[in-house]
């Protein structure tokens, strides 16, 4: 017999909101979770979710309760769980309503609209964060990356010493999309997906370079459509990001990661609804150039409502609300938690401010030559950032050069 069904909600219900709305609305018909309420502050936006219910939800969510805004959502239903996918400027706030009332949350990436904002957030959590805050980077729940990490842990490619990451749209972002930079917003994924073979160990430099390719409308005022990002470790690991809203034959996200003794690569595009494959390759002596393993992962195939990506990843969203739903119902911390969430936020943030710097480089470390260690320290750094950027506005910086903060 199946313990008592949780009690679940949904803020924000547009574009992403949808996706893990019909995971939810799938749980709810399977008797694992009560799907309690939705919300989203945009009415226009509220209303249009009323097909998706009546279709997949049936008489049962037709009439379920709804809020345009997230405070009186959190005090009318007292839910045990709520998924924040609301635009990323109201995400830290959208959160904290529920959080307030005693709610955990899983919320979209990323999960503040910039470094400061994440540190005040993490402040207001207090000694417990990730028992309050999943935060939503589905690559963690992919079959094909956990593929990876698997052979890389077990020293199948030697030592690491480069990584490839790329991204591309097949569309441009929707009408209203809001994004506080291609970089930022973008390439956040790439960023993760890179930090993820270093242990979540912060890099040592960051450093940028945008262009706007003039194929799609910048919809969302991003300045650019195609952006380059690099990463370094102090092993001399090298990390290359490849973020694009231009690919019009599909949607494309795969990795490559390159060893002293082979080499893996995921998610070669083979378009939009072909099985992801993760490679192994030998790179050592006469089985130089080898594939030695190798896995199959299949697309899920999507209707015309769902988004881009969602072929790729709608298992790993879909393994992503069920890791939550188990750390809630075994009161377990939640993993990927707001650590994660900083953390690739503020390398995002920073090449973002290196992309609209002249591709300037920084060195991630405190004035005094000290280790970031915490969300405080980053928020430092990036106010020290934040500064550049605005004198690059006034008068261009010559790209190249070192930044240390």
């Not at 990436?109 to 470094?115: D, E, G, H, L």
């Not at 593929?147 to 209203?176: C, E, F, M, Y």
């Not at 470390?365 to 934040?386: L, N």
Request: glycine share 10%; hydrophobic share 40%; with cysteine.
């Amino acid at each position: 017999m199946k313990s008592e069904r949780l009690r679940l909600g949904a803020f924000g219900v547009g574009r992403m909101g949808l996706v893990h709305l019909e995971h939810l609305i799938a749980l709810h018909q399977e008797g694992e979770i009560e799907l309690v309420a939705i919300g989203d502050r945009f009415g226009p936006t509220l209303s249009s979710v009323s097909r998706l219910l009546n279709e997949l939800g049936g008489p049962d969510l037709a009439r379920i309760a709804r809020f345009d805004d997230p405070d009186a959502m959190a005090a009318a239903t007292r839910l045990d769980g709520v998924v924040i996918a609301s635009r990323t400027e109201d995400h830290a706030r959208d959160s904290l309503a529920f959080i307030r009332c005693g709610t955990p949350v899983l919320v979209e990436k990323p999960f503040a609209n910039s470094i400061a904002e994440a540190a005040d957030f993490c402040r207001m959590l207090g000694d417990v964060p990730n028992r309050l805050v999943q935060v939503g980077f589905q690559r963690h729940f992919d079959a094909a990356a956990r593929a990876a990490l698997d052979w890389i842990a077990s020293g199948r490619i030697g030592r690491l010493q480069q990584s490839h990451h790329v991204l591309q749209d097949k569309n441009p972002t929707p009408v209203g999309y809001q994004s506080c930079g291609i970089t930022a917003d973008m390439a956040i994924h790439l960023v993760f997906e890179a930090m993820s073979v270093h242990g979540f160990e912060l890099p040592g430099s960051v450093q940028a370079l945008r262009f706007a390719a003039p194929h799609y409308d910048d919809r969302a005022g991003e300045g650019a459509n195609v952006v380059h990002t690099f990463c370094t470790w102090a092993d001399g690991t090298v990390a290359h990001l490849w973020g694009s809203r231009i690919n019009s034959a599909g949607y494309d996200n795969g990795f490559k990661l390159i060893g002293t003794e082979g080499r893996i690569d995921v998610g070669e595009f083979v378009g939009d609804f072909g099985a992801v494959t993760a490679r192994l390759w030998s790179g050592v002596g006469d089985d130089r150039g080898r594939q030695i393993a190798e896995a199959r992962f299949p697309m899920t195939r999507p209707s015309a409502r769902h988004p881009d990506f969602y072929a790729r990843y709608a298992a790993a969203y879909g393994a992503e609300i069920s890791a939550f739903i188990h750390c809630l119902r075994s009161n377990a911390p939640f993993d990927p938690g707001p650590d994660l969430g900083w953390k690739t936020l503020f390398v995002a943030n920073l090449a973002e401010a290196s992309s609209r710097s002249g591709g300037r480089r920084f060195d991630l470390e405190q004035a005094d030559g000290s280790a970031i260690t915490t969300v405080v320290d980053a928020a430092a750094y990036a106010g020290a950032v934040a500064s550049l950027a605005e004198a690059h506005d006034r008068q261009p910086i010559n790209p190249g050069p070192t930044a240390r903060i």
